[in-house]
């Protein structure tokens, strides 16, 4: 094996180990693991204590306990039938016979000898004279005594062969070296990062598996803090760009509607800054409906008369599709070339449009990630608006950033968060609050019922429709395995022909190309399409005001976040609008939650109630922070410690900006924030 000692291990591929190999590797690859320092981070999901060994007699029914016991006969083999092997033996821990049998498992019933000493783990059946195990865990008493680390496993690389080369990579590796400063040690009173390497992965006692976790939570933490802090840091960049005057008058005279006062407040916040020194780097944040289109509108308008280009991101090709529609409609006389770039553009029109961009021949391009390829170049960027920002890493929008000399940055996002956390997670912005919704906007009127309803709410949507308004259904969500494609189509096809046979349904699923998924779209905005079947990929974004009633079965496998998200799409427009919910579960905490959305309309009160009862791995569920993910931590449990590490990145940087005495830390977070990259 290579001296470890002597390398990055960041570096040493997981290959090399002792005992791993090429084929190997492939297999702690796909848990994410490629080197050294992946495997040392590949902390332990829980603990087994096999250090408390209690009698057969003590041993509480159906718990999981660890018994010492000694084997007392020799393993009896019986085939039950092809494939089924039972392996029967029986221990004694002195006062009772403990009959064991193992299923299949011949490696380990060779491996047992009589009168020896073993620890058995696993639940005890108790009966009046003995006891009984199926498929304990066993293993020899002297190397049994000790609390066993549980790792997250697949079914090739059991948690107990991770544990193995984890323990092989500490026995040759010499004392860690620190990456923390002392003086953060010892204010923060955290161990050494040697000891809670060592400990997380094997404790040689309770208390020591807390002790190593608050150090390695507030180096990750800190970490994440310094990035932000850095990245915000190489932000505050002059404004190259200025306005030299705003438009925003001229632009509140192309829209038909009165902006309301949040609006305004944005979009003079936005203005502002652009006016100012140094760059715009803004986070507008409103709940679904409030108008944060328009905010981008303005600061677009008043950008690109003032002679500069600016360029708009959206999470999906028909969220750009559809801004794109709206701008040039609203832009139409207004002497702007725009245009949109997405992955679905033809190859021919690409190059075209890259060219254009280039020469400065387009004011504003709309568009989705295709627009931060490195070949895509521009003339004179002075703006990059991300709409529904938390779909984007943070990685890719400085990548968009770099591509001007150094535009101005608005981000805009619906997703409500907690405040405190969203101060610290979006601690890199600057941030205007939309608080106010459109005036004449009504209610929308939400329903929780059982599907004995079905016949009712149809011919309530067939009414509607005849009304001239339009309908989206959102499909059941399918459980893992089932394909979600073939429930969309199959539900669609059922509704087309058997329930909505007059009427023209438009169907919408994430496997369509995206070509497709934008014809189903624009037929549904121009209204050919009258009723919308989809699945959840309709949640960002889109505008169709003339749809009143949002339909959602099995409405409890959602999050609350994504149910108001999706209620957000209907009552855009001046008529009453209605959200059904269908659920059949009988559970009395999803009833609760689908009535929390009966009973607001508030983004933020249903994000605080959904980060309650969910927790909050849900309530970040697929990473749409957009920030790097994190091992260990997790930003709404360990809060207090994440306050604590705000403040220690600033004294840190305060004191030494560039952090040029902890290079280890630095590699680290540069390798942290890198990852976010997907
Ligand atoms: P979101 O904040 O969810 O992105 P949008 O920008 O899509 O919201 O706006 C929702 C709808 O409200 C759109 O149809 C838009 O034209 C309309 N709207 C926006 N601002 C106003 C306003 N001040 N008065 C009336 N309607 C408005
Ligand atoms: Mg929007």
Known sequence: MIDLNTQDLNEVNIQYIKGVGEKRARLFNKLGIYSVGDLLCYYPRKYQDWSKSVSALEAPEGEVVAIRATMITPVQEAKIRKGMTLYKCNFSDGETVIHVTIFNNKYLAQALRTYEEYILFGKVDKSFTSASMSSPQIEKFDIADSIHPIYGATESLNSKAIAKVVKSVLDNLGELGETLPEEVKQKYNLCSLDFATRQVHFPSDVKNIEIARKRLIFE????????????????????????????????????SFELTRAQKRAINECLDDMKGSTTMNRLVQGDVGSGKTAVAGAVVFSTVKCGYQAAMMAPTEILATQHYESFKKLFKDCDIRLELLTGSTKAAEKRRIKAALMDGEIDFIIG??????NDVEFKDLALVVTDEQHRFGVEQRASLAMKGTSPHLLVMSATPIPRTLGLIIYGDLDISILDELPPGRQEIRTDVVDSTFHTRIYNFIKKAVDDGKQAYIVCPLVDEGESELISAKEYAEKLQTEVFKDYNLGLLHGKMKAKEKDAVMSAFARGDVQILVSTTVIEVGVDVPNATIMLIENAERFGLSALHQLRGRVGRGKDKSYCILVSDSKSDSSAERLQVMKSTNNGFKIAD???KTRGPGDFFGKRQHGLPNLIIADMLEDMDTLKACQQCAQEMLSADPRLDSYPALCKNINNMFRKTNY
């Open 220 to 255: 990750e933490l800190l970490m994440l803090q310094i990035g932000l802090l850095k990245l915000r840091d190489k932000k505050e960049t002059k404004n190259e760009t200025r306005l030299t005057g705003d438009y925003f008058s001229e632009f509140e005279g192309l829209l």
């Open 368 to 373: 989705t990630h295709a627009l931060i390829q």
């Open 609 to 611: 109630y959904d980060l």
